[in-house]
């Protein structure tokens, strides 16, 4: 059974002054299986971002349903949607959006704070992860004070520890130099090979040559996509990029 199921998703916003509709999706559709590592690429203005919020319950469709491990987003109350984000989806996010006030062990037991758990609770959650992902010695360390590879290791730790069905990476890479944002694939591969299920929107061609699929959205619709199979990181990397080219000179899909 899909995690993840969207269907049939059309969002219009109307501009505040003059009424005009904007068709941000048209018609999106898809599913994620889990243990699932998908990357969806696009144009700017292809639609992305908004579907990104949507997935993220941070924004509802004017069309169509997000189900998320059986659970539709519409049928969440507002007053309980805060709750069901912190539960089931991390978030990774390419300005880190790390609390500067906050220690970097602060900004990730965050979500666990929030959630009531204790000081016990939350010390035997952030142990292990924090040995994973190389970030213990660092942890008492504000995010002024650490590199941006640092940072966004110390985000995707707070993405982790609430042990979510999905986690929603957004340019995970984009602020990053080339060896902080190799050693992010690098770990989201990893994470990705223990079970996680990953959705991350890109313009990075390295970045979604690293996943297990990736979707194209073009005009608000998905245009294409490509399954890894057997492809390595180089092949699937040669495969997105005339992918985009097609897209980018007008060409059609086979699908």
């Known amino acids: 059974m899909a995690i993840l199921e969207v269907k049939n998703l059309k969002k219009i916003y109307t501009t505040r ?27 700017s203005g292809s639609g992305k971002t908004t579907l990104l919020n949507i997935l993220a319950a941070l924004d509802k469709p004017t069309v169509g349903e997000v189900v998320l491990d059986g659970k539709k987003l519409t049928a969440i109350k507002e007053k309980e949607i805060s709750a069901f984000r912190r539960e089931n989806l991390g978030f990774v996010f390419q300005d880190f959006n790390l609390l500067d006030n906050f220690s970097l062990q602060d ?15 939350m010390n035997s959650a952030l142990q292990p992860l924090a040995a994973k992902l190389g970030i213990v010695d660092i942890l008492s360390k504000f995010p002024y004070e650490v590199s ?39 770990l989201f591969a990893q994470i990705n090979r223990e079970g996680q299920t990953i959705l991350m929107v890109t313009h990075s061609v390295k970045a ?19 399954y890894r199979g057997t492809c390595s990181n180089d092949e699937l990397f040669r495969k997105i990029s005339d992918t985009l080219t097609i897209i980018s000179t007008g060409g059609g899909s086979d699908e």
């Open 148 to 186: 941006g590879g640092q940072k966004q290791r110390a985000a995707v730790a707070r993405a982790l520890i609430t042990e979510p069905k999905l986690v929603l990476a957004d340019e995970p890479t984009g602020a990053l130099d080339s060896r902080a944002a190799d050693g992010l694939l690098n």
């Open 107 to 121: 900004n990730i037991l965050l979500p666990l704070v929030l959630s009531g758990c204790t000081y016990a609770e």
């Open 17 to 43: 002054f003059g009424g005009n509709q904007v068709q941000a999706l048209a018609d999106v559709s898809f599913s994620v299986e889990p243990g699932e590592y998908v990357a969806i690429m696009g144009e």
């Open 208 to 226: 979604a040559s690293h996943a297990g699929r990736v979707l194209f959205i073009k005009d608000g619709r998905v245009f294409h996509q490509i």
